[in-house]
């Protein structure tokens, strides 16, 4: 891969497709210099933006507009880069990229110049996936977070923990070499107390990565109930805006919508689904099997009752026809008809029911918060950063590695203990690309969008 990017010279339109002002089309290799020569008929001046005509290798104007150079290593991938800054139109843009892959270059593939960047050494792993989170930032929050894993935030606090564990791994590797000091070395106090502060820095990194991977991946929220309960309302609530069909006709939701909302920062994936009931109808039927699909990969489904309507022992029945492994919270609708006081009750140990008028908005913040709880949610600080699923779960088989390494060395088992502490080193290293495999790269590039 690494050789690919020494030996190659890419091309790709950097800007979204569609018409807008001003469209980019990014080079990046050993050829963008030539490139610049034959399209702009001169090498620009280093990071200075320079009014040129483009034109193609038969000599014919495409587009004017900035181009800019940025020689290696000072550039975003570390290689050779020209930006040409042309005007917004797919076609123009087609044609100036038509022009590059004609002088010698070929089409980037999705995510190959942060991939550059990261084999380059212009970026680590971490700081790469950052680039992609700040792009597809769906909350001001979520953008703040990726910024700071982008400025090495992230990184920093897995490197200082890396480098403690290296330290403790070296003083016992150290200790296996004089076998007549090995046994009082390894039951010093001082040397499990430092492993215990390691294991609680882990921790500490494990909840901030926690939050980060709630700003990057969001919660899923499956509505269920039956046909006119509230369900499409009240994503329309949440959503602030008429997301749904409202109909007093029953079974107006035959498939599953989606919504993607934020709480306080926190990215919400909405589901409204079919009202379950029997049906002989087969659409309709079809829809409430994908609401039961649904309800099996939800972080929380909200099951929402008519307060007025349904009998206890009704709710109980639909309560029994959800999947097992269902988190559900009860959600008693139309209490602006019922005289139900809103708010929250845990009516069993996790079992919450909540009362709620989506007509008037009364309980909607108790539910709103409700749903933060459920997550573990908190506002981002100043230290949030953005993460992904794979860094915690690195995190947490660090975390194993360093406890079971604790327990090797109160039980006298030197190399036993370095080994353990090998392997949590190995998993931190996951997390910044300093030992990886070219399949998780090759996964994680190709979801970058194509100019990135």
Do not use: W
Request: hydrophobic share 40%; with cysteine; aromatic share 4%.
């Amino acid at each position: 891969m690494s050789l690919q990017s020494e030996r190659d010279t890419v091309a790709a339109v950097a800007t979204p497709p569609g018409i807008g002002g001003v469209g980019i089309v990014r080079i990046s290799g050993p050829a963008a210099p030539e490139i610049a020569r034959a399209i702009l008929g001169h090498l620009p001046k280093a990071r200075y933006a320079c009014f040129c005509h483009f034109r193609n290798i038969k000599g014919e104007t495409l587009d004017q507009g900035l181009a800019l150079y940025f020689p290696s290593p000072q550039s975003f991938t570390g290689e050779h880069v020209l930006e040409l800054h042309g005007h917004g139109g797919p076609v123009v843009l087609d044609r100036l990229l038509q022009a590059a892959l004609a002088l010698g270059a070929r089409v980037a593939r999705p995510g190959e110049f942060s991939e550059r960047a990261f084999l380059n050494g212009k970026l680590d792993l971490a700081q790469a996936e950052a680039v992609a989170d700040l792009i597809e930032s769906s909350s001001i929050e979520a953008a703040r977070a990726a910024l700071r894993s982008l400025e090495g935030v992230f990184s920093r606090r897995v490197l200082a923990i890396t480098e403690q564990l290296i330290g403790l791994r070296l003083h016992i590797e150290a200790a296996l070499d004089f076998p007549e000091e090995e046994i009082d070395f390894l039951a010093d106090e001082k040397l499990l107390n430092r492993t215990q502060r390691l294991t609680a820095q882990i921790e500490a990194l494990r909840a901030a990565t926690f939050q980060g991977q709630l700003l990057h991946d969001g919660m899923t929220v499956v509505l269920a109930g039956r046909p006119n309960a509230g369900k499409s309302s009240l994503l329309n609530a949440l959503a602030q805006r008429d997301s749904a069909i409202v109909s007093p006709i029953p079974g107006t939701t035959r498939d599953v919508l989606r919504e993607r909302i934020q709480i306080d920062g926190l990215p919400l994936h909405v589901l409204d689904t079919a009202g379950l009931r029997d049906s002989t109808d087969t659409i309709e039927s079809e829809g409430v099997r994908r609401a039961h699909e649904a309800m099996q990969c939800a972080d929380r489904v909200l099951l929402l009752v008519d307060d007025c309507e349904e009998e206890e022992g009704a709710v109980r029945m639909l309560l029994a026809q959800l999947p097992d492994s269902a988190r559900v919270t009860l959600v008693r609708n139309k209490i602006d008809r019922s005289g139900r006081p809103p708010g929250l009750v845990e009516t069993a140990p996790g079992s919450t029911e909540i009362a709620i008028s989506v007509l008037d908005g009364r309980g909607l913040d108790v539910l709103r918060a409700h749903l933060k709880q459920c997550m573990g949610f908190q506002a981002s600080g100043e230290g949030t950063f953005s993460a992904r699923r794979r860094h915690l779960e690195a995190i947490e088989r660090a975390d194993a590695h360093v406890k079971a390494a604790q327990t090797q060395l109160e039980a006298q088992h030197g190399e036993l203990a370095a080994e353990e502490l090998r392997r949590a080193q190995l998993a931190l290293d996951e997390i910044t690309g300093k030992f990886t495999s070219d399949d998780l790269l090759g996964r994680i590039f190709s979801s970058f969008c194509i100019g990135k």
